[in-house]
């Protein structure tokens, strides 16, 4: 066993943390388990994980799809130099 300092609301976010997790899971969880449920979770995150996460407004988007457009446009392929 080893002693780590952490900060308060560190400490606070690990417990909230930790009883979403006794939630999920249906059992006593300790702050160690949700330490390695963390760094474990954090391994398996890919870009996937981000689908859905990113609120986007009309604007925006068409802000966005107006540059592709643009962009694309001024790409050249061998036959239509």
Do not use: H, N
Not at 34 to 44: A, G, S, V
Not at 60 to 75: K, M, N
């Amino acid at each position: 066993m080893k002693t780590i300092k952490v900060s308060d609301e560190t400490y606070r976010k690990l417990c909230e943390k930790a009883g979403r997790l006794q939630a999920e899971l249906k059992r006593p969880v300790s702050i160690d388990e949700t330490i390695r449920y963390l760094l474990e979770e954090k391994k398996k995150s890919g870009i996937l994980e981000l689908a859905g996460s990113w609120e986007l407004k009309d604007d925006e988007a068409e802000e966005i799809f107006s540059s592709l457009r643009r962009w694309w446009g001024s790409w050249r392929t061998e036959r239509s130099a």
